[in-house]
C-alpha cells in the first residue's frame, strides 16, 4: 500500500534555531501535500497546502515566513520551522493524496518538535 | 466551510460492551467521510471511510459506521470493544479532489476492564 514517510521522527532543538522536517511519498507521485500540526490532546489543525513547483497556500492565522515549504518533487515535501520557540513545539503531520486517486490520502507518522 | 463535530470528548466503557462514538459534519457539498484512529504516540490510521455506495462501512477489527445524510452523521460504532480500542478516534470529511481534510476535536475512548 501506499506509503508516506517523515523524518525526523522527533527532535529537540533549542530556542532560535531552524528545523527541516522531511514528508516523503514512498510509492507513489504526490502533486499536493497537507501539512497539519496537533497540539497535545487536540485534533489537527490544517497550517498549509505544499503543491510542487508552485508556492505553497498557507491557512490564515499560520505565518509563511515562519514556516517554509518546498515542494521541491513529486515525492518530497518539506517544512522549515525558522527561529523556533517553545510555543512551536507541537507534533507536525503531513498527508498525501495519491495522485489520480484522491479518495484516500495517506498520512506520515507524525514529527514531534520540542524547543527548549 | 466545512466542520465536523464530534460531542463526546472522551467515552469510557467496559471491555465487551458496545460503543458509539458520534459524528456530525456541515457541508453544502457532496463529501467523503473518515475515521482514523490514533494509538499513544503513533501516527494517524485510517479506519474507514465512505465515499460512495453502500451507507455503512465497516473496518476490519469490527468497527462500522453508517453514513446518514438526513441526520448529516457518521456515527461509529463497534458491538463488543477490546481493551486494545483505546484510543483517540477522530472524525473527518472532505470533498473529492486534492483536497485537505477538515477533523473533528477527537473522542477519547478508554476501554475499561
Known amino acids: 500500500g501506499a506509503v508516506v514517510s517523515q523524518h525526523p521522527s522527533w527532535v529537540i532543538c533549542k530556542s532560535g534555531t531552524s528545523v527541516k522536517i522531511e514528508c516523503r511519498s514512498l510509492?507513489?507521485?504526490?502533486?499536493?501535500m497537507f501539512w497539519y500540526r496537533q497540539f497535545p490532546k487536540q485534533s489537527l489543525m490544517l497550517m498549509a497546502t505544499?503543491?510542487?513547483?508552485?508556492?505553497?497556500?498557507?491557512e490564515q492565522g499560520v505565518e509563511k515566513d515562519k514556516f517554509l515549504i518546498n515542494h521541491a518533487s513529486l515525492t518530497l515535501s518539506t517544512l522549515t520551522v525558522t527561529s523556533a520557540h517553545p510555543e512551536d513545539s507541537s507534533f507536525y503531520i503531513c498527508?498525501?493524496?495519491?495522485?489520480?486517486?484522491?479518495?484516500?490520502?495517506?498520512f506520515g507518522p507524525g514529527t514531534r518538535l520540542t524547543v527548549l | 466551510a466545512q466542520s465536523v463535530t464530534q460531542l463526546d470528548s472522551q467515552v469510557p466503557v467496559f471491555e465487551e460492551a458496545p460503543v458509539e462514538l458520534r459524528c456530525n459534519y456541515s457541508?453544502?457539498?457532496?463529501?467523503?467521510l473518515f475515521w482514523y484512529v490514533q494509538y499513544p504516540n503513533q501516527g494517524l490510521q485510517l479506519l474507514l471511510k465512505?465515499?460512495?455506495?453502500?451507507?455503512l462501512v465497516e473496518s476490519i477489527n469490527g468497527f462500522e459506521a453508517e453514513f446518514n445524510k438526513s441526520q448529516t452523521s457518521f456515527h461509529l460504532r463497534k458491538p463488543s470493544v477490546h481493551i486494545s480500542d483505546t484510543a483517540e478516534y477522530f472524525c473527518?470529511?472532505?470533498?473529492?479532489?486534492?483536497?485537505?481534510?477538515?477533523f473533528g476535536k477527537g473522542t477519547r475512548l478508554s476501554v475499561i476492564a
Open positions: 498527508s498525501a493524496p495519491r495522485t489520480g486517486r484522491t479518495d484516500t490520502q495517506y
Open positions: 510509492d507513489f507521485q504526490a502533486t499536493t
Open positions: 505544499s503543491n510542487e513547483g508552485s508556492k505553497a497556500t498557507y
Open positions: 457541508s453544502s457539498v457532496s463529501v467523503y
Open positions: 465512505y465515499l460512495s455506495g453502500s451507507t
Open positions: 473527518a470529511v472532505r470533498n473529492s479532489g486534492n483536497t485537505p481534510l477538515v
